[in-house]
Every structure is written in C-alpha cells, then in structure tokens.
C-alpha cells in the first residue's frame, strides 16, 4: 500500500466490471493518499461510483469522473489537458476499456461490429498511451510510470465465432510487448493482464443487451469475479519499481483454455 501512495491513477472502462472493481481495490489499499481518474462513456455512473469509493474509504482518496470514449481519437487527444491541474501528473494508466459484440462468423460479421471492436480495444488502447506515455517520459531515467493492458486469452488462443474479438486482443499483445522493448531504457513498465472467464457486462454486451443469452453462458461454471482481476491489477502496480510482472493469465479452476471450460451438468 505504501508503494501506491500519493499515486495518480488513470482506469479506462471504470463504470462497470473489471475496471469498477479496479477502481475500488485501488482505494481499499491505499485510502491514504491516492488519486484515481475513472473514464468510461457513462459519467452517471461513474458519478454514482465516484461517491460509492469515497463513502466505503473515505476523503483520503481523491475520485474524478471523466467522460471518455476511447474510441473517439480526439476525445483521448482533449484528455490530459482538460484534467484539472491536480490530476495530470499520471503514474498509472490502467487500459481497460473494451468489449465484444456477437458471435458471428465471416462472412456474416456486421462492418460496424469489426468498427467498434478494432476502434475501442486496439485504437483506443493505443491512443490512450499515447496520449500519457509523454507525462510518463518527463521523469529521471527515461521516465516512470506504468501502462497495465488488459487483454485476453481470447489474445493467445482464438475461437470460431470470435475472431474479431481474439484478433483485438491479439494485437494488444503485440503492442504491449513491442512497446515494453521499446521503453527497454525506462523505468516505465509495461504489463499485460489476460483473464479468462469474468462475469462482468461482457457477454450482456456481446448479446446486444439479452440478458438471458448472456446469462446461459455462465450458467453451470464459476466465474472469476471482476474482484478477481483487480487485486491483480493492484498487485503488479504496487511491486517495487525494478519488478515488471511483464504477464499474467488468470482462470477460474475450471477452466484451461479460450474455449475450454468444464460445465457441471
Ligand atoms: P464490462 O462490459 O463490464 O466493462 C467494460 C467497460 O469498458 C465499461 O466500463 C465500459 O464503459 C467500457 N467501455 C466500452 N467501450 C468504451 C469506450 N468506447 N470508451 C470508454 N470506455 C468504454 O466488461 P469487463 O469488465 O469484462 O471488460 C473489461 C476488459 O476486460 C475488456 O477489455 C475485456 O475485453 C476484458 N476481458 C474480459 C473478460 C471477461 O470474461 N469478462 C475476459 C478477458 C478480458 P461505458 O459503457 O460506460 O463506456
Ligand atoms: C473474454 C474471454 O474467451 O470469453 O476476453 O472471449 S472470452
């Protein structure tokens, strides 16, 4: 916890899943003196979750709410600069945004779903950094700061039915990796964080708000939680600054691959 201390923390896709739970798992372990910045499209929410952190932990951590859409390159570009003084010198960017629509298989795949998954996991994930990595570059040694992507097994082992998406997450590897050689120099860090199955948003999202559909997935395994993920997240941004948990896949117990899930029947 002390580690994280006076840390100004930037969480991408903070209204909901993985990235909310990040954002209170940020402030339980160091409710001392932390700044947390929660992007995501619905600022509603994340103004309710904003006041939720701040009754659960107290004054000690500072929440600001910020509308973002990733996938808008001149909303990331606006960014940094329309932050409130107090907030721009970012230590932590955590790139969570990102999401999945439908199940179909070429030729079938809507140009608008391939649009949406490219622009917010890839684009979005790419101009984010882009758009911090300079604070990061300002600090002694070539610079400080982490960039945590959160990727996929659907990145590593690709299914029928997801190629889109897998080949998303695929390409946030690649970037993450290239760009932790690139920053070779640095004391920034570069880490990646691939979860297998969550219950989150993620497949009412994939079913265009079918609840049921999405439901049915679950139905018969144990998910990890979004609690799950976000103690990893806090884990490897709270290790010394000369430890790079450069790589994590995280499963629940019945699980061992993309599609590869024991269902009790
Ligand atoms: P959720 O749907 O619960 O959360 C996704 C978050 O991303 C929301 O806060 C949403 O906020 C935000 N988001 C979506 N599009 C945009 C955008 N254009 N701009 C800004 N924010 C956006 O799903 P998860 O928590 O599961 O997903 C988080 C990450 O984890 C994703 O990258 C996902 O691919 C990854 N992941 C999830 C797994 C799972 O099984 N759940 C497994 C492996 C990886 P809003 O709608 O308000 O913009
Ligand atoms: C989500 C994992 O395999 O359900 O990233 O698409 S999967």
């Given at each position: 916890?002390?580690?994280?201390?006076?840390?100004?923390?930037?969480?991408t896709?903070?209204?909901?899943?993985?990235?909310?739970?990040?954002?209170?798992?940020?402030?339980?372990?160091?409710?001392?003196?932390?700044?947390?910045?929660?992007?995501?499209?619905?600022?509603?929410?994340?103004?309710?979750?904003?006041?939720?952190?701040?009754?659960?932990?107290?004054?000690?951590?500072?929440?600001?709410?910020?509308?973002?859409?990733?996938?808008?390159?001149?909303?990331?570009?606006?960014?940094?600069?329309n932050?409130p003084?107090?907030?721009?010198?970012?230590?932590?960017?955590?790139?969570?945004?990102?999401?999945?629509?439908?199940?179909?298989?070429?030729?079938?795949?809507?140009?608008?779903?391939?649009?949406?998954?490219?622009?917010?996991?890839?684009?979005?994930?790419?101009?984010m950094?882009?758009?911090?990595?300079?604070?990061?570059?300002?600090?002694?040694?070539?610079?400080?700061?982490?960039i945590?992507?959160?990727?996929?097994?659907?990145?590593?082992?690709?299914?029928?039915?997801?190629?889109?998406?897998?080949?998303?997450?695929?390409?946030?590897?690649?970037?993450?990796?290239?760009?932790?050689?690139?920053?070779?120099?640095?004391?920034?860090?570069?880490?990646?964080?691939?979860?297998?199955?969550?219950?989150?948003?993620?497949?009412?999202?994939?079913?265009?708000?079918?609840?049921?559909?999405?439901?049915?997935?679950?139905?018969?395994?144990?998910p990890?939680?979004?609690?799950?993920?976000?103690?990893?997240?806090?884990?490897?941004?709270?290790?010394?600054?000369?430890?790079?948990?450069?790589?994590?896949?995280?499963?629940?117990?019945?699980?061992?691959?993309?599609?590869?899930?024991?269902?009790?029947?």
């Amino acid at each position: 916890a002390k580690r994280l201390e006076g840390k100004t923390i930037v969480i991408t896709g903070a209204s909901s899943g993985i990235g909310k739970s990040t954002a209170f798992e940020f402030a339980r372990t160091a409710p001392k003196n932390l700044k947390l910045v929660l992007t995501a499209r619905r600022i509603d929410t994340l103004k309710q979750i904003t006041a939720d952190i701040v009754a659960e932990v107290g004054e000690g951590v500072k929440v600001l709410p910020v509308q973002l859409d990733v996938s808008k390159p001149e909303e990331v570009k606006a960014f940094v600069g329309n932050l409130p003084e107090e907030y721009r010198d970012i230590d932590v960017l955590v790139n969570n945004a990102g999401l999945v629509k439908g199940l179909a298989r070429a030729p079938e795949i809507a140009e608008e779903d391939i649009n949406i998954m490219f622009n917010t996991n890839v684009t979005g994930l790419i101009n984010m950094t882009q758009a911090i990595l300079p604070i990061f570059k300002k600090r002694p040694e070539g610079g400080a700061g982490d960039i945590i992507n959160v990727g996929s097994i659907a990145g590593r082992e690709p299914y029928a039915g997801g190629s889109i998406y897998c080949a998303t997450k695929a390409a946030v590897r690649s970037f993450t990796d290239a760009l932790r050689k690139e920053l070779i120099a640095t004391r920034i860090r570069v880490m990646e964080i691939d979860p297998g199955q969550v219950e989150t948003e993620f497949s009412v999202v994939r079913f265009y708000g079918d609840k049921a559909k999405a439901d049915a997935v679950y139905e018969g395994c144990e998910p990890l939680t979004p609690d799950d993920i976000a103690e990893v997240v806090v884990f490897v941004a709270g290790r010394r600054e000369n430890v790079v948990i450069a790589d994590t896949l995280i499963y629940p117990s019945h699980q061992a691959g993309a599609g590869s899930l024991h269902k009790k029947s």
